[in-house]
């Protein structure tokens, strides 16, 4: 049974190690449950669930491990799992930082950002000041240049695995899901249809992996906040789409349901906005990443007078580091060198419940968000995986 006493999920958490288990064995896991070659389950799920020959994973974004005894009061799956009534519950860690398209990717490629190359919510494209939302890609770069790491989806279909993917229609034909669902045989599911029933379908039609994603807790978090009548309200759908999968999975079949990210609250008075401060904003040409992590691109000669800066004037807030030292904290496994210049020049993970907005970098609605996520802290990180068999 995995453990949820833990003091203080905000305290800073140390940089995932490769040795620890975490979202980037999901997928290798259920390939060996499904007797792909070379397929190594880190997460020993082929102990318990033998003889399988379906796979389920269904992402639900925003379900953070610490949040797990919060949901469970309107998700009567949810609590039996807490309790130890079904399925078996681990906890996982998702890579850095605990945002969405970098937990997609890490998910669906088995490797961290620093290996898959997609490093954050927003980074500045290389020799350009444009930067580059992951939610909102279409077109340039190419998904295959910016992403190159080969994804389970392609391994299994080489493998001669089915592996499908049932996604919103509107992530069709993005960057995105071209970067981390490549491979997989796409069905689109419009608001109308039955989600569950379409991801059951797959699973009974044909034996291999089917991936399914919901947004709709996440959501909630971000627009009402943790613990809102919104989220709770939201926690009970989800609930409700799990228990059915739950109860539709053919015996011969197995579910697991994982996390991209936890998330937390942050109050007014734990903001600070770069654009409304000009210490802050001296030397910083392009300023990116999401309000839990920055990252600072400089004007030339001037990376060391902004960690100078933001080191004091955000002593206990956040951790303020040169990019050169946070690949070598190990905060993004190991880096590509291609890849090095997406990351800023300058790297600020926030502490505690800081969040750093930029007001005058972004649309206005994310200073608007209640519910956070991005950095280190194990209420962003600690993700769960809950196993079910047919």
Request: charged share 20%.
């Amino acid at each position: 049974m995995a453990d949820l006493s833990r003091d203080d999920p905000l305290r800073p958490a140390s940089p995932l190690s490769r040795s620890s288990r975490s979202i980037c064995d999901v997928l290798p896991a259920a390939a060996a449950l499904l007797a792909v070659a070379g397929a190594t389950d880190a997460l020993g799920l082929t102990e318990s669930l033998v003889d399988v020959r379906g796979v389920g994973v269904v992402l639900v974004d925003g379900m953070g491990f610490h949040l797990l005894p919060e949901l469970a009061a309107d998700a009567p799956l949810l609590a039996s799992v807490l309790a130890g009534r079904a399925g078996r519950l681990d906890e996982l860690a998702c890579t850095f930082p605990s945002t969405t398209p970098t937990s997609l990717a890490s998910l669906t490629t088995g490797v961290a950002a620093g290996q898959h190359g997609i490093l954050g919510f927003t980074v500045k494209l290389p020799s350009t000041d444009r930067v580059l939302n992951h939610i909102f890609w279409y077109g340039d770069p190419p998904a295959a240049q910016w992403q190159p790491v080969p994804t389970w989806f392609e391994r299994m279909q080489r493998a001669g695995i089915d592996a499908r993917a049932v996604l919103p229609a509107k992530f069709l034909g993005s960057g995105l899901t071209e970067a981390a669902y490549r491979g997989a045989d796409l069905h689109a599911a419009t608001d109308g249809d039955d989600y569950a029933r379409l991801v059951i379908d797959q699973i009974r039609a044909t034996p291999g992996l089917v991936y399914a994603y919901t947004a709709e807790l996440d959501t909630a978090a971000h627009v009402f906040g943790i613990g809102s009548p919104e989220w709770h309200a939201a926690a009970a759908r989800v609930d409700a789409l799990l228990t059915q999968l739950v109860e539709a999975l053919p015996p011969d079949a197995a579910l697991l349901i994982t996390a991209d990210h936890g998330g937390l609250n942050v109050p007014q008075d734990k903001r600070i906005d770069v654009d409304a401060d000009r210490r802050l904003g001296a030397g910083v040409r392009v300023v990116a990443g999401d309000p839990r992590v920055r990252y600072l691109y400089t004007e030339p000669g001037a990376a060391s007078d902004v960690i100078a800066t933001w080191s004091e004037l955000l002593d206990g807030r956040a951790d303020v580091r040169s990019r050169d030292d946070a690949v070598a904290a190990g905060l993004f496994g190991s880096v590509r060198p291609e890849h090095l210049p997406r990351i800023g020049d300058v790297v600020v993970t926030c502490l505690g419940d800081t969040a750093v907005l930029a007001t005058g970098h972004e649309p206005p609605e994310a200073a608007r968000l209640i519910g956070f996520h991005g950095a280190a802290t194990p209420a962003e990180t600690a993700i769960p995986l809950i196993a079910f068999r047919g």
